[in-house]
């Protein structure tokens, strides 16, 4: 008798925590499908009445990441309200920052720096948010990064390029990357650092015919 009474106990428990697990991915998903809809009201609901803030979908976005991705500033400001982090991966090493950084949402960079930012955590390229904001021309938050204390401005990614290597060889040269650059050497890049076959920035932009961005480095390295 007390070995039946054993096993239905056992029984009720497993299915009570069964059913606990899957009310509480039910409401995950929810608010992952809120955030991910817009919908600001019913985000802010969930998370005061105990929503997991880093709650994550399949893919292990983050709310935070997903917001970002809508570049949905007002969501993003309630999220990190609630402790969202934003340093948080996903399973292609995307964070809320680095995600902002490379899709050029300066208004999320700036959030984000100011809420826990890390210069330390990197994309899947060992890259860091400056690089790709480099490669595509976003000169508002390269300028941001750049002058940012403590920002790791001649930082190497996996490719062996720095964020001026990537301005130039990935860039067209165009006066956006002129500026790019320009930036970058104003905030004190070393434009010595060559990539894996030991080319500069300098070099490369002789070789692409990249004229004002060659008589930049080169007055910059007769400094």
């Known amino acids: 008798m007390n070995t039946f009474f054993l096993m239905l106990s056992l029984f009720l428990f497993t299915a009570c925590q069964s059913e606990n ?14 955030v991910a809809n817009r919908k600001l009201d019913k985000v802010s ?10 709650a994550t979908d399949h893919q ?3 709310l935070l990441l997903l917001a970002t991705h809508n570049n949905d500033l007002k969501m993003a400001e309630l999220l990190v309200a609630y402790g969202a982090d934003v340093n948080q991966q ?9 995600y902002a950084g490379a899709a050029g949402h300066t208004s999320l960079v700036k959030l984000y720096l100011e809420h826990g930012a ?21 000169l508002e938050v390269v300028k941001l990064l750049a002058n940012t204390e403590g920002f790791p401005i001649d ?5 062996g390029w720095t964020a001026l290597m ?3 060889v990935l ?20 434009i010595t650092i060559p990539d894996k076959d030991g080319v500069t920035a300098l070099q490369h932009a002789r070789e692409r015919g990249y004229t004002e961005i060659a008589n930049l480095l080169e007055k910059a390295s007769n400094r």
Do not use: W
């Open 60 to 62: 292990k976005r983050s």
């Open 90 to 98: 996903d399973v292609i090493k995307d964070s809320p920052f680095l």
């Open 21 to 34: 697990t899957m009310h509480t991915q039910t409401a995950q998903d929810n608010v992952v499908k809120a």
């Open 166 to 168: 990537e301005a130039v």
């Open 45 to 54: 609901t969930a998370l005061a009445n105990g929503a997991n803030v880093n």
């Open 118 to 138: 890390r210069f330390d955590v990197f994309n899947r390229y060992n890259g860091s948010a400056l690089i790709p904001a480099c490669e595509r021309g976003h």
């Open 171 to 190: 860039g067209d040269g165009s006066k956006t990357y002129v500026e790019v650059v320009q930036m970058l050497v104003d905030a004190g890049c070393d």
């Open 155 to 159: 930082h190497v990614n996996r490719l």
